[in-house]
């Protein structure tokens, strides 16, 4: 069966997706570009919030409605874990649909393949130089705002060699950086009483694959960036310079509300990865809106914000999910203050993204180039789309660079401009490796 795949939500459902295609294709199902030339369709959901909920049934409407009569729809993942109804009802044509995890049960479901279609046994690569490595799934965190433990459970931690020998595939294949996301990837090790857990998981991949040059830590837990680990990621030679905390607010009794650790614990963590590598790349993100958000507290985290600096930072609206403890909180705010506090707080961290750029320009860095050719700039040149170590795939900014240079080339380049997120550079010298 020839079947095409959609993928929607956050770097973590881009590696379940790779797993569903991998037990798709040892079925040996086909995978076609197009949804046109499908047998099989399939959404792999996302449902953390109300705004990916309703893209999920956006994009399931939306290839429901231009399939042809013949052609199978399922629907998978985070939102059918825990509202399949909701799906059922808003698009009552589709054929199946599975939870999270439910990979073989999807391959199984479909009965043998067509003979006819020759699919080698190789695990799905990912497109581009980088790669996500999902090190564990599930969360055991008490956060009130989150669904994520009624649709994952609990934690659990990728069998290290599992990972280890993900890492040297995608070593294998080319490519340059490998992403390391979890819902938690601080607890790695946790549910083995391994405190230390993600330090030593650095340590071996460092190791095992000293032909990346880049391994990238993404969800860290504020409170569990201990020194230890810290000092791990700095002695690393390939683990850049870069941590991604969601802290999610500023205000001590918003962080109650939410059970999420105290502004003293997460600056702790905060203290202890700049200290132990000073020219860190921070990323954070933030909630607006959460029940009962006076002006008070907004304000303490927008002076947080300004205290802190951060390099890049994310912000979500509150968005209640059903059976998570703050869907029952008093105190909504509402959607014009919402708003108004959402475009403040983004407001206030472009201008401090824009400066943190800004102090780049002179300086030397490497880009890794991401675009597949070079495209004409205004002024004429030909530049190629990268991004340094500053910046993760997919969330934050961009490089440009003049020239021509092939994916995956890692270029050393110097900052002639910035912008508020991306960076304007030329190459210093030859590309260190394709």
């Not at 202890?272 to 954070?284: F, K, L």
């Not at 994310?314 to 999910?321: D, E, I, N």
């Not at 959607?335 to 993204?353: C, D, F, K, P, W």
């Amino acid at each position: 069966m020839r079947y095409h795949l959609v993928t929607l939500g956050c770097a973590k459902n881009t590696v379940d997706s790779m797993r569903l295609e991998r037990a798709l294709r040892n079925a040996r199902h086909a995978p076609v570009d197009e949804p046109g030339d499908a047998d099989l369709v399939l959404v792999n959901t996302c449902g953390f919030i109300d705004a990916a909920k309703a893209e999920s049934i956006e994009v399931v409407t939306e290839l429901d409605q231009n399939r042809p009569p013949d052609q199978r729809l399922y629907v998978v993942g985070c939102m059918t874990q825990i509202a399949e109804e909701e799906v059922r009802s808003a698009v009552p044509s589709v054929d199946a649909t599975f939870g999270v995890e439910a990979w073989d049960a999807v391959a199984a479901s479909l009965g043998p393949a067509d003979a006819a279609y020759d699919i080698p046994q190789q695990t799905v690569l990912p497109m581009g130089p980088s790669a996500y490595l999902k090190i564990s799934d599930g969360c055991d965190r008490p956060c009130t705002f989150c669904i994520i433990p009624t649709i994952k459970g609990g934690m659990r931690s990728e069998p290290t060699e599992r990972l280890l020998g993900e890492a040297r595939m995608y070593a294998a294949a080319g490519v340059r950086e490998l992403v390391l996301v979890a819902q938690d990837s601080t607890a790695y090790g946790e549910d083995r009483r391994d405190r230390d857990g993600l330090a030593a998981l650095l340590e071996q991949l460092s190791a095992e694959v000293p032909e990346v040059p880049w391994i990238r830590l993404m969800y860290a837990y504020p409170g569990r960036v201990t020194r230890r680990l810290a000092e791990t990621m700095a002695a690393l030679p390939n683990v850049v310079p870069y941590l991604d905390i969601p802290l999610q607010h500023g205000s001590d009794a918003v962080l109650r509300r939410m059970k999420r650790p105290s502004l003293r614990t997460a600056q702790r963590s905060l203290e202890a990865i700049r200290s132990a590598m000073p020219d860190v790349t921070v990323r954070t993100t933030f909630i607006v809106g959460f029940p009962g958000e006076t002006d008070a507290e907004f304000e303490e985290l927008l002076d947080f914000v300004e205290e802190q600096r951060f390099d890049h930072v994310g912000a979500f609206t509150y968005s209640p999910q059903p059976g998570t403890p703050s869907a029952g909180y008093a105190g909504e705010v509402s959607h014009e203050v919402v708003a108004e506090r959402y475009g403040a707080l983004m407001e206030l961290a472009q201008g401090i993204s824009h400066e943190r750029n800004r102090e780049l320009v002179g300086s030397e860095l490497d880009v890794l180039i991401e675009s597949e050719a070079p495209t004409p700039s205004a002024s004429g040149d030909l530049v190629v789309v990268g991004r340094s170590h500053r910046d993760a795939p997919e969330v934050d900014g961009l490089a440009f660079v003049r020239g021509e240079f092939p994916t995956g080339a890692l270029v050393r380049a110097r900052v002639d401009g910035a912008m508020p997120y991306d960076l304007l550079c030329s190459p210093v010298g030859e590309p260190i490796r394709a």
